[in-house]
C-alpha cells in the first residue's frame, strides 16, 4: 500500500505571495491532519479534516487554511507569506474508527519564504 | 493546554552505549505515542501505549507509560548508529488531538 504523499517537496516563496500544499493520504484513509515543523516550535498541529469537514484547528492565524476533497485528499493554502512560516510541513493521514490516532506521515513539504 | 516536555533535548553517544529519553506532562493522556524522524522524512511510528504501567518491547528498544498516562520513557539498550534521528513522543486527549512533545534529537556515533 503506497504511504502519505505530499507535493511539492520543496517550494520558495517571496513574502507577501501565497502558497498551496497537497497531501494524498493512504488508501482508506480519510482523516487527513497537517502539522507545521520549525526548530524552535517543534511540531504543532495545524488542522484536521474528515469527510471534507475541518474536525479540529490548532492555534495558527486565518491565513492557513485548509480543504479536503472528497477522495480524502487534502490541500493546504497560506496566504500572505512571513518569514516566520519557513517550515517543514508534515501531512498526516490517519484511519478513522481506529482504537488510536496513529498518524501516518508523508515526507513533507519545505517552504522557504524569502 | 496540554505540554509534552522531552528530556534531554539533545544526545550525543557512542555506540554501545545505553540511553533513556523522557517524556513528561502534568496532563493525563488516552493513549501515548512515540515517532523517530529522520532527516528529511516526516516521522514514523514506532509503538502506542494505552495502559498505565505498560512496557513494550521493540527488539533494543523499550517503552513505558507511567502508572498515572502522564509519562513516559523510552529505553535504548546497545545503541547502533542506525538509531540516529529525532525521537518525538506525542499524547492523545479524549478528544483524540494529538500533542507532540518537542523531541529529543539522538546521534549515535560509530
Known amino acids: 500500500k503506497a504511504g502519505v504523499t505530499q507535493t511539492p517537496r520543496y517550494l520558495i516563496k517571496t513574502r507577501g505571495q501565497q502558497v498551496t500544499l497537497s497531501c494524498s493520504p493512504i488508501?482508506?484513509?480519510?482523516?487527513v491532519s497537517w502539522y507545521q515543523q520549525t526548530p524552535g516550535q517543534g511540531l504543532q498541529f495545524l488542522f484536521e479534516y474528515f469527510s471534507e469537514t475541518q474536525r479540529n484547528k490548532g492555534n495558527f492565524p486565518g491565513r492557513f487554511s485548509g480543504r479536503q476533497f472528497s477522495n480524502s485528499r487534502s490541500e493546504m493554502n497560506v496566504s500572505t507569506l512571513e518569514l516566520g512560516d519557513s517550515a517543514l510541513y508534515l501531512c498526516?493521514?490517519?484511519?478513522?474508527?481506529?482504537?488510536?490516532?496513529?498518524?501516518?506521515f508523508g515526507p513533507g513539504t519545505r517552504l522557504t519564504v524569502l | 493546554t496540554q505540554l509534552l516536555e522531552q528530556s534531554p533535548q539533545f544526545l550525543s553517544i557512542q555506540e554501545g552505549e545505553n540511553l533513556t529519553v523522557y517524556c513528561n506532562s502534568s496532563s493525563v493522556f488516552s493513549s501515548l505515542q512515540w515517532y523517530r524522524q529522520e532527516p528529511g522524512e516526516g516521522p514514523v511510528l514506532l509503538v502506542t501505549v494505552v495502559t498505565g504501567g505498560e512496557v513494550k518491547k521493540l527488539k533494543r528498544l523499550t517503552f513505558q507509560f507511567g502508572d498515572a498516562r502522564k509519562d513516559s520513557s523510552l529505553h535504548i539498550t546497545a545503541a547502533q548508529p542506525g538509531d540516529t534521528g529525532l525521537y518525538l513522543c506525542a499524547g492523545e486527549n479524549a478528544g483524540n488531538m494529538l500533542t507532540f512533545g518537542g523531541g529529543t534529537r539522538l546521534m549515535v556515533k560509530p
Open positions: 488508501s482508506g484513509h480519510r482523516s
Open positions: 498526516a493521514s490517519s484511519i478513522q474508527g481506529a482504537a488510536y490516532n496513529e498518524q501516518f
